[in-house]
């Protein structure tokens, strides 16, 4: 069965999103509008600058509808910003920042530094599909989770310090999550060029 994968395109690495879920079998799509949100059965929200996509989202009369259809069990898929989008609560957000909601954790926005802090490793991950239980995952200016409800399932956390490469104040953080039918990552599979976060994003997707 092939599914319709939206992927807002408001701001943000759609391209790479669009590529990655054609690649694990999806028809991908982008949304800009209600009625394109519509006719999706899930939506990945991507990386990019999450208040800036905030804004956007309610200058596309967007913002709304999204929040309605996660209410109703869209399933979504929330990349860095995305996953920012997806969280119930904030910290080090803008005083104006809102978030659509619906996955039962606390992020921390930015908390992993400023662009010069980006960082690239490998990381141990549930539930992926094949034989290789871990991935090679880039963060950019990412959040991290800081606390998770109890419907939430822990996906990755970020190595101990020793690992070269990784900050200090990283280590062991939440980095993965999912909640029944939201997935959010706080890094970017898509630009990796591994497919298998969108490919369990599409088995989620179909239920």
Known sequence: MTITIGVLALQGDVR???????AAGARAVTVRRPEELARVDGIVLPGGESTTIDKLLRIFDLAEPLRARIDAGLPVYGSCAGMILLADRILAGTADQRTVGGLDVTVRRNAFGRQVDSFETDLPFAGLPGDDPSLHAVFIRAPWVEDVGEGV????????????????????RIVAVQQGSLLATSFHPEISGDTRVHELFVEIAKG
């Open 16 to 22: 790479e999103h669009l590529a990655a879920l054609e």
């Open 153 to 172: 399932e822990v996906l990755a956390r970020i190595p101990d310090a020793s690992t070269p490469g990784i900050p200090e104040a990283a280590a062991g």
